[in-house]
């Protein structure tokens, strides 16, 4: 009677069912400004009080983003640090520190790790920074920043992606299997 019955249920469960990744949330700052200050062989470039949407996340209403690179002169990629942090009314909601930094057509990518606040844990293990400056067609905007003047940018900023929890059907299925296998070794008992 038992094996129609998990037979029944077997064939009405999806047997593929597998974690799926879930989209990180996206930040996006549409447009900011920045302020470039060289001085003794090193560069600041710092753009403070973003204001910031997120999808996909509820927040408070005015958030505001924050992001800071600090690096070499002679070698902007090489030794780079730098902070990235977003906040609402409530407080910090993500912060990060640079772990790495490239350039390609026009485009920074900043990656900051070591996330955390609030909702830190949504983004994963690290968080991309996407930074394009309106105003300079150089394919490696740190190389054209000049002392003193301030820049129009924009960025959006995207988290790993997370794997999903084992959906319910999958689950149940294990539930399934793992109860048959306890009713087939109580009746392999009785009848020894």
């Not at 299925?173 to 048959?180: A, E, K, N, Q």
């Amino acid at each position: 009677m038992f094996k129609p019955l998990l037979a029944a249920l077997l064939m009405a469960l999806p047997l593929g069912a597998a974690a799926a990744p879930v989209a990180a949330p996206v930040i996006d700052v549409p447009q900011a400004s920045g302020y470039f200050l060289a001085h003794e062989g090193t560069g600041d470039f710092l753009a403070f009080d973003a204001l910031a949407v997120v999808d996909g996340v509820a927040t408070g209403d005015s958030l505001l983003a924050d992001l800071s690179l600090t690096f070499d002169l002679a070698d902007p990629h090489a030794d780079a640090s730098g902070a990235f942090s977003l906040r609402d009314e409530d407080g910090w909601l993500v912060d990060g520190v640079l772990d790495r930094i490239s350039a390609s057509d026009g485009v920074l990518s900043l990656v900051f790790g070591d996330l955390t606040g609030s909702i830190a844990g949504l983004f994963g293990d690290s968080l991309t920074v996407s930074l394009a400056f309106l105003s300079l067609s150089d394919s490696d905007p740190l190389r054209a920043l000049r002392d003193g003047e301030t820049y129009d940018i924009a960025y959006w900023a995207e988290g790993a992606s997370q794997p999903a929890p084992v959906p319910l059907p999958a689950g149940a299925l294990l539930l399934v299997s793992g109860l048959g296998m306890l009713v087939l070794r109580r009746s392999r008992r009785a009848m020894a």
